[in-house]
């Protein structure tokens, strides 16, 4: 196999540049594929190390080892680079995508070398949140999984297996889980938006730094949770589609920050003040995981 620390990343927008930024500080040789000049001079001006290219053409393809797509969440795009790749990457290269919600035996349906093809879910923002999902598709080579989460693990990344293609994969699921819950008990009149967030961060989400949901249940017991389970689960929310409170506001064109308002109001400076309160939060929280790194 190539060394996995040549790198090629096929996209250069916020998760393209923020997965570049991980390769690079990591040691890789890293190239970065982005059409549109303003995104790779901006990618330039942040890793200099960084080998910027306009096109798939310019890559050094001989020297690649794995390539990390993250172009925009469309199958047919990303179906058509893959076709690409096979053409050009090496035939032992990793061909990895980052989407969020396509199976990635979609995108290589059909494609040869199907068995070197696997999800390679980082979380926003990637260049700070530790984990990395690797999703292997029916047709993924279990000893090329194991190679790519080594690599993962030695970029500084903690990857977790999934092994099934099931949509949102592993993490996504338990947010969606958790967030239909939380618009339910807002549409319900349970609590606001303000208290949910509260409950979360305050609650039961302050533990999440120190142990995950499962191993919490051991600390806690397990005869315990399954009595609260059995009095709590039939009344949870068990929706289908979308809470009205959601659907409301992006019907209303709510989109949060972004529009400047979402479920909470956001001018330009209250916006910019939370987005550096978020940073120095999500700093502070790898500080106190770093020896849980290592």
Known sequence: MNPLRTTAVIGGGTMGADVAHTLVHAGCETHVVEPVAALRDAI???????????????????????????????????RALFTDLVRLAPADALLTSNSSAIPIGKIGEGLATRERMFGLHYFMPAHQVPLVEVIYSE????????????????TGKVPVKVRKDVPGFLANRLKHALCREAFALIDAGVATAEDVDLAVRFGFGFRFIAAGPVLQRDLAGL???????????????????????LADHVAAGHHGMKSGRGFFEWTPERAQRERERYARRLEAALALVADDLQ
């Open 223 to 245: 005869d315990v949770h399954c009595a609260a389970a059995a009095t709590i689960y039939p009344d949870l929310a068990a929706g289908t589609k979308p809470a009205k409170v």
């Open 44 to 78: 330039a001006k942040r890793l200099p190390a960084a080998k910027l290219h306009a096109s798939l053409e310019t890559v050094p393809w001989p020297r690649i080892g794995a390539v990390i797509e993250a172009i925009p969440e469309r199958l047919e795009p990303k």
């Open 139 to 154: 047709a993924s080579d279990a000893a090329l999984g194991d190679a790519l989460c080594d690599f993962m693990r030695a």
